[in-house]
């Protein structure tokens, strides 16, 4: 084969492969236009949530006030304070914990799941006989600590909620507590 021959084949070559990625690349443009972007989500649970709701844990209840914000990537966030509550009924005692979670999420029109990726928690209060007292200072006086729920909930602990209901201001979900019983979530779009 003469050199001349080959530098056309070459070139050639190079005009179907460029030409052949400018096709591929237009489709997929078109394809990411038109399809919606992100693990598959039902799209009524993007944005920010208002959440109060408890549910009996071993010893107690468990109570939870804050909001979540779903995002189009399948992200979400979570901030808020769950409170502890337990005791005999002479003596009750409560304890309040700041959370800050992160996490996936995915949701057709009958469940939500979502995957735990990172979790920071702040012990606050606690209350006991009428008293309260901030949760360092009762863990310095006592010389006892709490648990730490940032190693409790580790990163890639996962979960599911049944939706009961669903509309642009309110979702209605169903989990379980520890005890396999079922719990409603009511989360509400701010105003």
Do not use: C
């Not at 990172?118 to 310095?140: A, D, N, V, Y």
Request: proline residues 7%; charged residues 20%; hydrophobic residues 30%.
């Amino acid at each position: 084969m003469k050199l001349e021959t080959i530098k056309q084949f070459t070139r050639k070559g190079y005009v179907r492969v460029g030409g052949l990625i400018t096709l591929v690349a237009g489709i997929a443009t078109i394809y990411a236009a038109v399809h919606e972007s992100g693990p598959e989500h039902n799209p009524g649970f993007l944005g920010r949530w208002e959440s109060n709701y408890q549910h009996p844990v071993p010893g107690g209840t468990v109570a939870f006030n804050g909001v979540t914000e779903y995002f189009r990537n399948g992200r979400y966030n979570v901030n808020g304070t769950l409170k502890f509550s337990g005791g005999e009924s002479d003596k009750p005692f409560s304890a309040a914990v700041i959370t800050k979670g992160s996490g996936t999420w995915t949701a057709d029109n009958h469940f939500l799941t979502f995957t735990l990726t990172g979790l920071h928690s702040e012990p606050t209060t606690f209350q006991s006989g009428g008293q309260e007292m901030p949760i360092p200072l009762l863990e310095k006086l006592t010389g006892y600590s709490l648990p730490d729920m940032n190693k409790q909930y580790v990163p890639g602990s996962s979960d599911e909620y049944e939706i009961l209901s669903q509309d642009q201001r309110q979702i209605v979900l169903q989990g379980k507590d520890p005890f396999g019983n079922p719990f409603k979530i009511v989360s509400l779009r701010p105003q």
